[in-house]
């Protein structure tokens, strides 16, 4: 079978895609004012040993969902969930929508969307000044509990003509 060779138009460009935010009234809003995201899966991975070994053994044992963001300053809802949290008790969650879709590589490689459910924010900024010139931004930290695969990127393909290429030599 033919190497697989990485062409160009495959390549996705981090800056095209949509972002969505469902309020736990339903409410959708376009989160424009997310300047980048980045949502993660991390392994809980417990080490043991047994007699007689020298090495560690690993087990995994759950997974986390983490994820940070860069937003300009000025997004009204995450202060009123964490209002809400320390007067009323309830903490809000709520969920993320991430579509990447780039026209170029959509053609071959498709699209992802990736839904997180259950976003808890571990806090937000009340304020912020800065004597230097500049945009006011703040960096955002969550979790959540679930996530759902709703579309996913296709494996990239060659030329089928470079591949039957590329076997004759074989």
């Given at each position: ?61 759950g ?39 780039d ?61 039957q ?6």
């Open positions: 079978m033919a190497e697989f060779n990485l062409l160009s138009q495959d390549v996705f460009n981090s800056n095209l895609g949509t972002l969505w935010m469902v309020s736990p009234n339903g409410n959708q809003r376009k989160m424009a004012d997310c300047r980048n995201i980045t949502a993660r899966l991390d392994v809980a991975v417990e080490e043991f040993r047994c007699i007689g070994e020298m090495m560690h053994r690993h087990k995994g044992v997974v986390r969902g983490s994820g940070s963001m860069n937003i300009y300053t000025g997004t009204p809802e995450f202060l009123k969930f964490l209002n809400e949290f320390l007067h009323n008790k309830i903490n809000y969650r709520f969920q993320i929508y991430c579509e990447i879709r026209p170029e590589a959509e053609e071959n490689r498709g699209t992802r969307v990736i839904q997180l459910t259950d976003v808890l924010l571990h806090g937000a900024q009340l304020f912020k000044l800065d004597t230097e010139d500049g945009i006011l931004d703040e960096d955002i930290e969550f979790d959540f509990d679930n996530f759902k695969e709703i579309t996913n990127f296709n494996e990239p393909t060659n030329d089928p003509n470079i591949e290429l590329a076997l004759t030599y074989v």
